[in-house]
């Protein structure tokens, strides 16, 4: 059997690489591509307490995180089509118009 | 469930299972091919291959002989490592699902009974949608790492279809995931021993057929390789084995979307069966075979009589007239197995 | 060391190694194709912890639609610039040790939180159901309202999705 703390460990490292990812890339993909690398640690660490607390529960949470990237990953990337058209641009460093 | 002692003869049965099924479908594309070209032939007043070995059997073995020896081009620009593996993933993929479709009951040699089908996963429905779904990454891979303007037209046409038709073709697998209660394709194909499911699901069929002759890019659904207008769509910078590749997987995709559609909708290996033991074990494969022969024959026959659409045509026919009958399909066959149900 | 525990090794190894692919390449494609193989190691890993269903809702879903729409995007934007430009933000150092100290945290909180379960706990009870009957029967019951909910979330992304990447609004 896989302990749970190996589980819980892995969706730490998991997360914390999605999170300095997520600080240190400019590319607005990336940056996107990171928060999904979050959502799925956390996704990981439900699932894990699920099991090992024989509660189907957690999974039903999973399921609603999943839905809820879907939406954001819709949303997310239309937002980046459009700035992409109107500033021919992907590095969040020059959409600074809002800069004083 | 299996003990240790079982665990290598298990292991070897599968092994044993996978090689044959690999075998008969690797040859069956071989045939499909010669099949396609003399059926097309036929329907245009020509003979089509006839020089190699009587009436041109042994065509698909000089054709393979010449995939192998023709020279294998790689343009400068491409992205390589992507481009060596989207036909590596497109050949992967198309033959992955062919692993939970059951070809028939069982068949007992020596005292033991083996299940005719390489696994009988209980989500075994479930898979083959994962992978279809998976599909697209082959052919949008290879259209951007071509670095060309063809084939990443091919590409994106392409991932924008399948991603249209891939879910009036779930909703068409819904409805009967919905009459027969179950995931596992052997539990399908059980319950339609009185009624096949055509009967029951003749919109759904329809729906499946479409959606499947489209995800599995074929005249008049087969806009990412239009020659007339792609050059060759999202394969266009590919040549010898890596092409093959290509070509091979869309093969194998029609021959697991017959089995899908044979084992959903048409009784699977379902079929009068009488005769000694052996036989009796043997003729569901054979009636099987058959039933997935006629679709393939319904494939060619499309292909050679139906113009291609246009491509704004294509994707209003999958939104528009697709997704509403299937959504009201699903909605409809709920509602009747809810009623019953009470 | 069974074989369940050799392949949770290996899929984990997996899955942080092409994490930090993701992180780390320069053209967005790659990076993608790396996220796609996080996610099928992740998925692997709900597979060994008996979560069938969402194995098949994360291929399906994550990898069949989402990483295709990822996919899409980076194609149809133009990439030649973005390559050719710096990668990484200025105060990488200050952000690299803001997340080691996130994991840090993360770590001791499991670390502090550990009487609370047993950590090499194996499952309670031995599920008697299905996992996908036990998902669909909390779903459809317990859960009635927020499926809903979610359902008009998915609409409400769907119809803002078309507008924001409408060419111009008449």
Known sequence: MVPVSHVLALSVILFGLGAAGFIVRRNIITIFMCIELMLNAVN????????????????IFVFFVIVVAAAEAAMGLAIIIAVQRNRQTLSIDDLDSMKL | MATHSDLPLLLLMTLAKVV?????????????????????????????PYLVGPHGLLQPLADALKFLFKEDIVPDEVDRPIFWLAPLLAFTLAFLSISVIPFGESITIAGHTIPLQITDLNVGLLFVLAVTSLGVYGVALAGWSSNSKFP????????????????????????????????????????????????????????????AVAETNRTPFDLPEAEAELVGGYHTEYSSFKFAMFFMAEYANMVTVSCLATSLFFGGWLGPVFGPPLVRSLLPVLWFALKVLAFLFVYIWIRGTLPRFRYDQLMGFGWRVMLPVALLNVLGTSLIVAWRSV | MTLLQIAFFFLSALALASAILVITRRNAVHSVIWLI??????????????????????????????MVLFLFVVMLVNLDVAVKQAQFSRQWQLALATAIILMAELAYGIYRGHQGFTLAQTSAVPPTIGNTQAVALALYQDYMLPVEIASVLLLVAMVGAVVMAKRKLE
């Open chain 2, 20 to 48: 044959v099924v690999l075998g008969v479908l690797l040859t069956a594309i071989a045939y499909i091919v010669w099949m396609e070209r003399k059926v097309v032939a036929h329907i245009q007043s020509r003979w089509g």
């Open chain 3, 37 to 66: 193989v996080t996610l099928f190691s992740v998925g692997g890993i709900f597979l060994l912890l008996h979560a069938e269903f969402l194995f098949a809702v994360q291929v399906i879903l994550y990898v069949g639609g989402i």
């Open chain 2, 152 to 211: 990443l037209f091919g590409g994106l046409r392409s991932s924008a279809q399948l991603i249209s038709y891939e879910l009036s073709l779930g909703l068409a697998v819904v409805s009967v995931v919905l009459i027969a209660g179950s995931l596992s394709l052997r539990e399908i194909v059980e319950q339609q021993r009185g009624l096949w499911n055509i009967c029951k699901q003749p919109l759904g069929f329809l729906l499946y057929f479409t959606a």
């Open chain 1, 44 to 59: 990981l660490a439900f699932i894990a307490f699920s099991r090992y607390l024989g509660d189907p529960d957690g999974q």
